[in-house]
């Protein structure tokens, strides 16, 4: 019987090869993808151990991938594939203890991030804005995710091109026009300028990231705002900008 690797960045090479050879359109998100993206870049401050998978992949594509999961060793969820298969599948490394998410075409928690037309050609994981935007868009973002931000601020500078850049031109067509998640993002994009100190990186390094912030949330208070987005602001926090992500 095939197993999973107990190396999580290991087993999620292994799984998108697999993915690759059958012609599955699949793509890398969470701390793993941003382990992969850094490589060997990241100070030991930054690494730290992964748990589970994430994975996201096109609705026609989301039957394949279940079945190629099964194949290489995993236990599909299968009362929870029934109800939210079209959306999001949960499978078990059972040898490793381990659980693999997969999200299909949105990734949703806090907010709708619609990745069908977001996945890159070129890249085994969402790009680095992407991977950005699903690690800061949890309201009550924790340690590693903050952690995840700073490894991709430190690796990826900020640009409006290159495969290699925290690409603004991907994050304004969001940012602009919804007003919730531009408040969770901002909010969240201050809690990790407030953990980089905390975090025992050299000199040059803190100030990079500290120096990345800072140029994110100004060009980010730059976007030109659209009407929905200013009215919604009027309103601001008396009511709730986001959803509460359902506990799996």
């Avoid at 969001?174 to 919730?180: M, N, T, V």
């Avoid at 809690?191 to 390094?205: H, N």
């Avoid at 730059?222 to 009215?231: G, I, M, S, Y």
Wanted: proline share 6%.
């Amino acid at each position: 019987m095939i197993e999973p690797l107990g190396d999580p960045v290991q087993e999620a090479q292994r799984l998108l090869a697999m993915a690759r050879a059958e012609g599955l359109t699949v793509r890398l998100l969470g701390g793993v993808a941003v382990a992969i993206r850094s490589a060997s870049q990241l100070p030991a401050a930054l690494r730290r151990s992964y748990k589970d998978l994430d994975f996201v992949t096109v609705k026609s594509d989301a039957a394949r991938f279940n079945s190629l999961l099964v194949g290489a060793g995993y236990e599909a969820d299968e009362r929870f594939n029934t109800i939210h298969g079209a959306q999001r599948l949960l499978h078990y490394d059972r040898a490793n203890g381990k659980q693999l998410d997969t999200f299909v075409d949105t990734f949703a928690m806090c907010h709708q991030l619609d990745l069908r037309k977001r996945l890159p050609p070129d890249s085994d994981t969402l790009t680095p804005a992407d991977l950005l935007l699903t690690k800061l868009q949890i309201v009550e973002v924790n340690d590693k995710d903050l952690i995840d931000a700073i490894a991709l601020l430190l690796v990826h500078p900020i640009g409006q091109r290159g495969p290699g850049t925290v690409n603004l031109d991907e994050l304004e067509p969001i940012l602009r026009a919804d007003w919730g998640w531009y408040t969770t993002i901002t909010d969240n994009l201050a809690k990790v300028g407030a953990r980089v100190p905390g975090v025992d990186l050299e000199p040059d390094a803190r100030a990079r990231v500290a120096d990345r912030i800072s140029e994110l949330d100004a060009a980010i208070q730059a976007f030109p705002k659209t009407v929905k987005w200013t009215l919604r602001s009027k309103i601001g926090r008396r009511l709730p900008w986001y959803d509460l992500p359902e506990e799996v």
